[in-house]
């Protein structure tokens, strides 16, 4: 495979030629007209063949002129010309030049020059949108350093129909989660920082690496056809001019962790060492060479720091090197409960998280740009991600595990988990883009990545309370129900990736005033292997339960000693072997489209065929069947797509839009490996579960009053076949999986976004107002199903508590983003930004039935978990202080609404349901204050 990255990389390198170019866009006002829109006005660069007229909203963009100075000419019938001289067109930028036309020629002083990167302004990026054919929303590295977004997560939630859940950290497009969604990194996929979830953590790019983010809300044929809910791709940046030399800082507290005197952190910290964790004890070794007792640390202050250097050599070559490192301390407590067929399974008042999160982040990004049309791009990024946490619950002495002990009055339970994550992410891209001959447009990439997702070292530990009384003081015993309650674990994934991508682009004829017909062709190809692997070695006592007893609930570790296993009072239980499972990913494909436009419509008709082949190996105790096993999941289908596009005139596109795509699962859906949260949640893969076939259907409707607002209404539809769910399972011990629940669910919606500038300035000491609004209403629903056998029973059903029909998991009915930025004209610039999300109740995990053989409404079920709705309110404000020096100010989640899930629960006694809490906390309001120089 190296052998093939390097022949691949020879071949395009020795063919390729290119030649450095800029971009000039802007807009011209009418001065007779009280500065409205000029259109139809002419742009050229002087004695070159290179121009344009503005469009109805007076917007021009001239590309690929070559670097140089030119002088720019502005011309319309009965106006004065007006020329701009010595206008210095750089490489990788765009020129903004915004004027006025008139009777009388403008005065120099009435131009507004200014020089971005090439796709990162606003102007460009609506330009972008606007003539794009696919419905895509596009946030560029201009506009979100002016809201104060620091990542590419938050940058997604400044676009309509999408939001992010503070409770999981997905990002969700038009109500559905992680499952639905695809993520790419120029173009490519990039893998999960979390084997829980299908996409990476956006949180982990921060805005200095990221150009552009646009979210694509339906599908086109060029793309993976496993997205549903759309695609999200971050464009990451290159170098852009000569050289760039910056150091940025940054110190703050989290409210909630730094009120706590002494914040908890695992033994394992002792470990730790700039954000990463060596491992010195094996966890075999460590049940009586390592402490088993929580670490403390005071002032838990949030810090970040980060610097950019780049520089050009030559005519050619560009190096931009960004790193950063950032440490979070978070605190919650609040609320958790089990049910389990309505029955309390547990139940704790007190549960409380300790978390501390650091990233390191280092991107290199080295582009060589041939003689010519042509330019390779080589980029590697590295994340390292620790997360040290320290659960624990029942200190109150009021934990109720039902396994446990059914007396409340006499026990208490009191769970402590210890564990640090270490996830190690390195992703490496190679890109080329090559104009051949003047109807070629060649672009492809070639990528390799690796995912190491540990928790080398956990440590568990359950233990009852039995509570003092008037004659006997407290006694704390081991938990005895399952042998592995005391205990230490590890497990260990290596995920490693290679994919690619090819596309070319051929124009068949181009008349700007008739018609024209292009043709895209190309593929992709993905290939993915996972490692998993995990043991777990546990302590019980070898006689009857209380006869070695801790001294307190905070000195544990005093009972964990050679001498009590050498004298038999413990004994050490390892499994009989490792838990593991391999997967694999093969998944090809290849695509044409056809991109026809004749006046004003524009037809974009594209088809895929995709072979998606997943395969599973197993050996894990209690799978269903037997301990080894294997499973494959082999899909191949063709995905159409259409995109047509109605232009009523400049300042208003009509858009239509079908598709089918497919969503496919994930390793750990269909692996039957039991993972236990701290909390004592297990969630455990489903062998049998399939792929959902989406149909999509949107319509869109776009308005620009002017050239940088916009309005836009769009309805959507989506019928999903077999749809994926995770659902809460009956029985004996409950455990969530996953199913397809339901032959198909529905989900519409209308989506309103608008972007207008309400206060807009030409004073030097003036300021501007500018507001960002999106809204989204969704309906969703879906028919659980119930399968038969032949003789015509029951063999299972997903319809529980008489219901026959559900929302779908993860997807809220009304969604709200909303922006308020102030900015000024003075010398020295002042931004302000006030922000809001809010996204209703959504499902977290549908309910299930009684069992396969009894009837839907048994009261032994479990009805569907809630996420309660809440708002996030975040700020910035950031000072320009002198050219080199800036300022800033966040504080975020200033509402520090609760996180609640909740669940309708039947009680015998009453005979009636009643709404319980089963999670709630709040995770405090985060402030910094930063300082960023610019050499």
């Excluded at 660069?45 to 690929?64: A, H, M, Q, R, W």
């Excluded at 296993?565 to 990913?585: A, C, H, M, R, V």
Aim: proline share 2%.
């Amino acid at each position: 495979m190296k052998k093939l990255f390097a022949q691949i990389l020879f071949f395009f390198s020795a063919f390729a030629f290119a030649q450095e170019t800029g971009t000039i866009a802007g807009a011209l006002s009418d001065k007779e007209m009280n500065n409205e829109p000029l259109p139809f006005a002419n742009v050229t660069v002087k004695n070159t063949s290179k121009g344009t007229t503005s469009d109805f909203d007076g917007l021009y963009k001239i590309e690929n002129i070559p670097t140089g100075t030119y002088t720019i000419v502005f011309s319309f019938i009965g106006y004065e010309t007006v020329e701009i001289p010595n206008v210095k067109v750089e490489a990788d930028k765009v020129i903004e030049i915004n004027t006025g036309l008139g009777a009388s020629a403008a005065a120099l002083d009435e131009v507004m020059i200014t020089t971005v990167s090439r796709r990162d302004s606003e102007v460009a990026l609506l330009l972008d949108q606007k003539d794009a054919v696919d419905i895509k929303e596009s946030i560029g590295s201009q506009e979100l350093t002016k809201l104060g977004v620091s990542d590419a997560a938050t940058a997604t939630t400044k676009i309509s129909g999408v939001s992010s859940s503070e409770a999981s950290g997905d990002v969700y497009v038009r109500g559905l989660g992680d499952r639905y969604l695809y993520t790419t990194l120029n173009g490519l996929p990039v893998p999960s920082d979390n084997i829980d979830k299908k996409n990476i953590d956006l949180g982990l790019f921060p805005t200095r690496v990221v150009q552009s983010v646009s979210v694509s809300k339906n599908f086109s044929a060029e793309n993976s056809a496993d997205q549903s809910s759309g695609s999200v791709n971050i464009n990451s940046k290159s170098l852009v001019g000569l050289s760039e030399l910056g150091f940025g800082a940054q110190v703050g507290v989290n409210t909630n962790a730094i009120g706590e005197e002494n914040f908890k952190q695992s033994v394992n910290s002792n470990d730790i060492s700039l954000g990463f964790y060596n491992q010195k004890t094996a966890s075999e070794d460590a049940i009586v060479n390592q402490n088993w007792n929580t670490e403390s640390r005071k002032l838990p202050m949030n810090y970040k720091y980060t610097v950019t250097a780049g520089k050009k050599f030559g005519e050619k070559f560009k190096v931009l090197f960004t790193g950063s490192q950032s440490s979070n301390f978070e605190y919650n407590e609040g609320i958790f409960q089990q049910f389990n067929r309505n029955i309390d399974d547990s139940k704790f008042n007190d549960a409380t998280y300790y978390r501390n999160t650091v990233n390191t982040t280092g991107l290199i990004d080295l582009k060589y740009a041939f003689n010519k049309k042509n330019e390779v791009r080589a980029l590697s990024m590295f994340v390292n991600k620790m997360t040290d946490e320290v659960y624990e619950s029942g200190r109150n002495r009021e934990g109720f595990v039902f396994e446990e002990v059914n007396n409340e009055d006499q026990y208490g339970q009191y769970v402590k988990d210890q564990n640090t994550k270490q996830t190690k992410l390195w992703v490496n891209q190679i890109l080329g883009d090559h104009e051949i001959g003047e109807r070629n447009h060649l672009t492809w990439g070639l990528g390799y990545n690796q995912v190491d997702a540990d928790e080398p070292n956990r440590l568990r530990n359950e233990v009852n309370i039995k509570k003092a009384t008037d004659t006997d003081p407290e006694l704390i015993e081991l938990a005895n129900q399952g042998g592995f309650q005391q205990r230490r674990s590890s497990q260990i994934i290596d995920d490693l990736e290679y994919n690619a991508r090819l596309k070319n682009e051929f124009k068949v004829f181009e008349n700007d005033t008739v018609s024209s017909l292009k043709i895209s062709a190309g593929g992709n190809f993905r290939y993915k292997t996972r490692d998993f692997e995990s043991d777990k070695f546990g302590v019980d006592e070898a006689g009857a339960p209380g006869q070695v007893t801790p001294p307190s609930i905070d000195d544990l570790n005093a009972i964990f000693t050679q001498e009590n296993f050498d004298n038999g009072n413990l004994n050490l239980i390892t499994q009989s072997k490792s838990d593991t499972y391999d997967g694999e990913l093969n998944s090809a494909s290849g695509f044409v489209s056809f991109n026809y436009g004749i006046k004003k419509f524009n037809f974009n008709l594209g088809a895929r065929y995709q072979k998606d082949e997943i395969n599973v190996d197993y050996d894990v105790a209690g799978a269903p069947g037997g301990r080894e096993g294997s499973t494959t999941k082999d899909y191949s289908n063709i995905y159409p797509a259409i995109n047509i596009k109605y232009a009523l005139n400049n300042k208003n596109n009509f858009r239509l839009a079908a598709s089918k795509t497919i969503t496919l699962p994930e390793f750990k859906e269909i692996s039957p490996f039991p993972y236990v949260s701290p909390t004592n949640q297990i969630v455990v893969g489903n062998l049998d579960l399939e792929a959902s076939n989406v149909y999509n259907l949107d319509a869109k409707w776009e308005f620009f009053p002017t050239n940088k607002e916009l309005i836009s209404v769009t309805g959507f539809y989506k019928s999903i076949q077999d749809p994926i769910n995770k659902t809460f399972l009956r029985g004996s011990s409950g455990y969530f999986t996953y199913y397809n629940t339901s032959d198909k669910a529905e989900v519409y919606g209308l989506e309103l976004e608008a972007n207008l500038g309400l206060i807009k300035s030409d004073n030097e000491k003036g300021v501007n107002l500018d507001m960002s609004f999106n809204f989204t209403r969704m309906w969703h629903e879906q028919d659980l199903k119930t399968i038969y056998g032949e003789d015509g029973n029951i063999e299972s059903t997903f319809k529980y508590n008489n219901k026959s029909e559900v929302g779908l998991e993860g997807a809220s009915d009304y969604i709200l983003n909303t922006a308020l930025n102030l900015s000024t004209n003075w010398e020295r610039e002042f931004n302000a930004n006030v922000s809001a999300n809010y996204a209703s109740d959504k499902i977290y995990a549908i309910g299930s039935a009684p069992d396969s053989q009894t009837v839907s409404d048994s009261k032994l079920y479990n009805n569907e978990i809630i996420e309660k709705g809440f708002v996030i309110l975040n700020t910035t404000i950031s000072q320009e202080i002198t050219d080199k020096i800036n300022l800033s100010f966040k504080a975020n989640n200033l509402l520090n609404p609760k996180i609640e899930r909740t669940q309708d629960v039947y009680d015998f006694a009453s005979d009636r349901e009643y709404s319980e809490t089963t999670r709630s906390y709040k995770n405090g309001v985060s402030v910094s204050l930063g300082v960023n120089y610019k050499f």
